[in-house]
């Protein structure tokens, strides 16, 4: 298994500009989790799917942000518009949830520059 | 309110010498405790987690719920331990992981 995929690793893009990041996660896993990472506030939980379910997007910071898990192989979140405050690398990590227990695997990032 | 506390942002110490990543959390129920690294140009992975009381590549961390800590040890550091390190909390019941800010561990040669 590749492990979580997650694409694109870089994006650039202008102020106002939609941007849509993308994961899939390791086969068989039924729990996937966005992250943002910050030099100011760290890895931060976006939100979290169970089984396809949106469980928890308290971590969303506004209504810009969405997300989206049409079915147990991809999910994507979406800027819309974007700012520059946005910039930050986008982890997507996937679970085997059972019983509570489930390692998270991460993916490589999305490193994402807003101008 | 679930936090995590590493107060060291950058640790460098040499090659051989012990090093401890520190770890403090605020929980008020039994958590379980993890520490992630994230080595140059790779992903995050899970180093260990306490549940499992094990050493993984010589690391070892002792849950102390006196001192709600969950510091990282390792008698004798080598070079290819240079990475970031994540301290990590989920509460009773959660899957929610809360992260710390992480340091940086530089082994010097």
């Known amino acids: 298994d590749a492990g979580v995929i997650q694409s694109p690793r870089h994006e650039v893009t202008e102020m106002g500009q939609e941007v849509t990041l993308r994961c899939k996660p390791i086969s068989g896993h039924n729990s996937l989790f966005w992250y943002r990472q910050t030099m100011m506030r760290g890895l931060e939980l976006l939100i979290y799917f169970n089984n396809n379910v949106p469980i928890d997007d308290s971590g969303m910071p506004e209504d810009r942000f969405s997300a989206k898990m049409p079915n147990a192989s991809f999910s994507t979140l979406k800027i819309q518009p974007s700012e520059p405050r946005d910039s930050a690398v986008y982890f997507c990590?996937?679970?085997?949830?059972?019983?509570?227990?489930?390692?998270?695997?991460f993916g490589p990032g999305t490193r994402l520059l807003v101008l | 309110a679930q936090r995590v506390t590493q107060p060291e942002k950058l640790l460098s110490v040499f090659k051989g010498a012990p090093v401890e990543l520190k770890c403090n959390y605020s929980?008020?129920?039994?958590?379980?405790l993890f520490w992630y690294v994230q080595y140059s140009r790779q992903r995050l992975q899970l180093l260990l987690r306490?549940?499992s009381r094990e050493s993984i590549k010589g690391f070892t961390a002792d849950l102390n719920k006196g001192e709600t800590s969950f510091h990282l040890k390792k008698p004798f550091a080598q070079e290819e331990d240079s990475a970031m390190y994540y301290c990590?909390?989920?509460?009773?019941?959660?899957?929610?992981?809360?992260f710390g800010q992480g340091t940086r561990l530089t082994i010097n040669p």
């Open positions: 929980y008020s129920g039994s958590p379980e």
């Open positions: 990590a909390l989920k509460g009773q019941g959660a899957q929610k992981l809360v």
């Open positions: 306490h549940i």
């Open positions: 990590a996937s679970s085997l949830r059972q019983g509570g227990l489930g390692t998270q695997y």
